[in-house]
């Protein structure tokens, strides 16, 4: 059995409570918009992204609920790269340079968030839904900076959109069940497919499978993103009324080639900051 290297990423009042092995309290406490908050346990966080654990083939499996229906901000778990170095918002950790997306995982984003580069895909609400972008090397990206300081002119921001679409694959399927509510959620992650399950029904098979090594990610936060087809890129945080959690349990990960099952060890213990 192989253990999983599991730090925190928390915020000013935020908090994660362990409940047992593969069982977590993720919480964030309520506060106005202008301040990123943050409660996140991963397995990546001072590591290089090419030292990422996972590649497929692997089994990603887990319960889980959340405070509430519509949660300021998004939430979710799954698989991805850390594109953008979350560490870069207040999360803490190992500071990367910016990359394309991968990823594989269910994910919560409620308006103003809009998170799709096609206009055809769901881009609000509970998500099962997968990235794969190319593993292109941070100087090449570096080329492309200039046009980034421009996209919050609309006409630039839409050229933006159009040019990503071509680079970045993606697939989403909108979950119409109650988040609220204990469900079991599965991803399994093949070299040319990705299947999600909800209580063992199929959600999205995605024949545009992530490219590259991830890292597992749980988390809820107030922020959000918006790349919208009329091309008014936005982000920021939004208020919390309430305080918002995610709890998750019987978190397994079964590397198939192996069949290995990593045992879950919070590296850092329970806390808040």
Not at 26 to 38: D, M, S, T, W
Not at 134 to 140: E, Q, S, T
Not at 211 to 224: A, T
Request: with cysteine; glycine share 8%.
């Amino acid at each position: 059995m192989v253990d999983l290297d599991l730090q925190t990423s928390l915020t000013a009042g935020a908090r994660v409570e362990a409940s047992g092995p593969g069982c977590w309290r993720l919480e964030i406490p309520a506060g106005p918009a202008g301040r990123y908050r943050l409660a996140q346990v991963d397995d990546y966080h001072l590591r290089r992204r090419q030292d990422f654990h996972w590649s497929a083939p692997i089994r990603l499996s887990l319960k889980a609920r959340a405070s509430g229906r519509e949660i300021p901000g998004t939430w979710g778990f799954g698989l991805w790269n850390d594109p953008f170095s979350m560490a870069l918002l207040g999360g803490g950790g190992l500071r990367r340079l910016p990359c394309l997306p991968n990823t594989a995982w269910f994910f919560y984003a409620a308006p103003p968030n809009y998170l799709s580069l096609r206009d055809d895909l769901p881009a609000q609400g509970f998500l099962a839904a997968t990235f794969r972008g190319p593993d292109w090397p941070a100087w090449k990206l570096a080329l492309g900076a200039p046009a980034l300081t421009l996209a919050l002119i609309r006409p630039v921001a839409r050229a933006l959109r159009r040019s990503l679409r071509k680079i970045v694959q993606q697939e989403a399927a909108l979950l119409t069940i109650d988040p609220t509510e204990w469900h079991t959620y599965q991803i399994e992650w093949q070299e040319e497919v990705v299947e999600f399950q909800v209580d063992g029904v199929s959600t999205l098979r995605s024949a545009t499978p992530p490219n590259g090594r991830l890292g597992l990610v749980l988390w809820v936060d107030n922020q959000y993103a918006a790349t919208p087809p009329e091309g008014r890129l936005r982000y920021g945080t939004l208020e919390h009324k309430e305080p918002a959690w995610l709890e998750v349990a019987e978190l397994d990960i079964t590397m198939e080639a192996t069949q290995k099952r990593p045992r879950a060890v919070l590296d850092n213990p329970p806390t808040s900051v």
